[in-house]
């Protein structure tokens, strides 16, 4: 009998597949296989990176663990609404929670009061992705930027101006950018959206000047050249961005 509920985390620092036998850890898992329509959580609205690789996980579970598996939405609260939605579903395995690794890793340390416990109410199952992230620039910014020193410059200039688009508050592309601008002693203010999508939305609609998103989320608006991106936060460089610098490599010390 289980007791606890189902954790696929997506990791925000990858976007290869990890390589981990995700069928075979979720058949051992639950046995036998779920009869009943399996539900995928993402705390993030649809069209963002957890969400699309959610839907790519969906479609290689239905047969093997499930006949019907469905990708549900519940943004909100920095993806706590989500979090908090499969603690409080039936254990049997039907209702899994998608998630980036820091509602789980980070906000025990970055909020003063949870509604779960990531040990206690959940089982982790498998890693599914790894993903970088990126800094990217939008129309708000002038088109003189091109290096991560120059947007500090100009935010240097421009204080009033000086903000970036983040997701969730309180986790992994929040703290990317204070540590950003602590190590340009720079003030940035962060901009907090429910989800990547609608932050690179407001990216390419000249509401921010500056965001912070998955590379999965980036890479396709940076080659449509509607946003520019300045850095990556890996230790190297990413082999989808060859020559993107890491924010290393840009002069900051910023490694995620």
């Not at 663990?65 to 908090?84: C, D, F, H, Q, W």
């Not at 204070?178 to 340009?184: G, H, I, K, R, V």
Request: with cysteine; net charge positive.
């Amino acid at each position: 009998m289980l007791t606890r509920r189902y954790l696929l985390t997506a990791s925000a620092m990858g976007l290869a597949c990890a390589g981990t036998g995700l069928r075979r850890a979720l058949a051992e898992a639950v046995t036998p296989a779920i009869k009943k329509p399996v539900h995928l959580i993402v705390g993030f609205p649809a069209g963002g990176g957890t969400d699309v690789i959610a839907r790519i996980l969906a479609d290689r579970l239905r047969g093997p663990y499930a006949s019907t598996v469905l990708v549900e939405n519940k943004p909100g609260a920095a993806a706590r609404i989500a979090v908090e939605y499969v603690k409080n579903a039936e254990p049997d395995g039907s209702v899994m929670l998608f998630t980036p690794d820091f509602p789980i890793t980070v906000y025990p340390h970055s909020f003063r009061s949870l509604n779960y416990d990531p040990l206690r109410d959940f089982i982790a199952v498998a890693p599914a992705a790894r993903s970088m992230l990126t800094y990217n620039v939008g129309p708000a910014a002038p088109d003189s930027v091109k290096t991560l020193a120059e947007l500090m410059q100009w935010c240097k200039a421009n204080p009033a101006k000086s903000a970036y688009a983040t997701t969730a508050a309180g986790g992994t592309p929040h703290f990317v950018g204070l540590m950003l601008a602590n190590e340009a002693k720079v003030p940035m203010t962060p901009v907090h959206y429910r989800g990547g999508a609608p932050a690179l939305q407001d990216l390419i609609g000249g509401h921010v000047p500056a965001s912070i998103n998955p590379i999965s989320e980036s890479m396709v608006q940076a080659k449509a050249g509607t946003i520019r991106i300045l850095a990556v936060t890996g230790a190297r460089r990413s082999s989808f961005l060859p020559d993107v610098p890491t924010m290393a490599e840009a002069g900051y010390n910023v490694v995620v």
